[in-house]
């Protein structure tokens, strides 16, 4: 268990988030064990191997920038530089750490800028963050000024990345705890602000899914919901029969139509659709820091406009909601 799971923990105590932090130290053994990672001592010995260096520069409002010339001899950037590529592939970013810069297969930073001009402002908000990755976004919430902020995510590699940030970044009160929406306790009422991006269709109930968010969520707080979806006629929805690009575990994936009115049947209003845009071989692709097959091989060679199993291209939406 990292070293700050323990002031999350403490700081929960006497709050909405109680329930959650009691069961918290075994969800996080179990979202670590090394007997269910293997390579999970490996990449925990990356981390801890980075050096330490005072970061005199963070900025988290305009990208995820951290160190200035100066913080650190060359060596310790090559060192910093190394440690961090123990950990490819690095799929969400870009990050920006002591003159490494880690071009990430996706432009994390551009669905930022497409969700943050149509969302409450997170000043002083308390923040969950449903299937964050690496955290990237994390940290933008918390350069938005969020007074906390949680992710979750069940996969330990993306968590010790998000740990690599977080060593350059220090004692603040954004943490990412390797654990499945599934596991949250259920009823919180506790979060100001939830995020699901490019979760709810990698879950086999859409409508499970949508109601444990909302059972995060206070009453009048804002889910921010985003998504592949496929155009359709209202109450359509894409079932793919095996993969879809590439990914095999992708079960239901909406008209923007049918997301809104499976929104509003779980209770949420002001339902609003608030961007639409097709993946670019710009936003998600190969990199020296994520090196294997990305959406420009996931699509048929032949039909930009199909995937390789033929179905529509990638297109996400973003939707806003409120309890
Ligand atoms: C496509 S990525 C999205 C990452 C980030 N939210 C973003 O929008 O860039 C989906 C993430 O959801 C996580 N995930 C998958 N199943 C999950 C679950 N049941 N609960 C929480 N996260 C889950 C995956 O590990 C992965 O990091």
Redesign the pocket.
């Known amino acids: 268990m990292f070293e700050h799971y323990q002031d999350l923990i403490t700081d929960l105590q006497n709050t909405d988030l109680q329930p959650w932090a009691d069961v918290m130290p075994e969800q996080i053994a179990s979202g670590l064990s090394e007997q269910r990672f293997g390579d999970l001592a490996g990449w925990k010995k990356a981390l801890y191997a980075l050096p330490k260096v005072s970061s005199t520069f963070i900025d988290l409002k305009n990208g995820v920038f951290i160190g200035e010339n100066g913080d650190c001899s060359p060596q310790i950037q090559q060192e910093i530089h190394d440690r961090l590529a123990d950990l490819i592939p690095w799929r969400?970013g870009p990050f920006h750490i002591h003159g490494t810069h880690i071009d990430t297969e996706?432009r994390?930073d551009w669905?930022w800028d497409r969700v943050l001009p149509h969302i409450l402002p997170l000043k002083n908000k308390t923040v969950l963050?449903?299937?964050?990755?690496s955290g990237?976004?994390c940290w933008r919430m918390y350069g938005e000024g969020a007074k906390r902020v949680i992710g979750?995510?069940?996969?330990p590699r993306?968590v010790v990345q998000f740990e690599m940030i977080k060593h350059f970044i220090g004692k603040v009160p954004v943490h990412v705890l390797p654990i499945?929406?599934?596991a949250v306790p259920s009823e919180l009422n506790a979060f100001d602000t939830v995020?699901s991006?490019?979760?709810l269709y990698?879950?086999r109930s859409p409508f499970d899914h949508i109601k444990e968010l909302r059972d995060t969520l206070k009453t009048g707080g804002q889910l921010v919901l985003?998504t592949l979806v496929v155009d359709g006629e209202f109450g359509y929805s894409l079932v793919p029969e095996k993969r879809y690009a590439m990914m095999n575990n992708v079960w239901f994936i909406p008209t923007p139509e049918t997301l809104a009115a499976w929104l509003k049947k779980m209770g949420f209003k002001s339902i609003e659709l608030v961007d639409l845009n097709e993946t670019s071989f710009e936003e998600q692709h190969q990199t020296e820091w994520m090196k294997f097959h990305s959406l420009e091989q996931f699509l048929d060679p032949n039909d930009h406009s199909k995937t390789a199993e033929g179905y529509p291209r990638p297109k996400r939406a973003v939707f806003t909601a409120i309890k």
């Open positions: 969400k996706w994390s669905k963050d449903v299937g964050c990755g990237y976004h979750i995510d069940p996969s993306f499945p929406m599934e995020f991006m490019g979760v990698h879950r985003e």
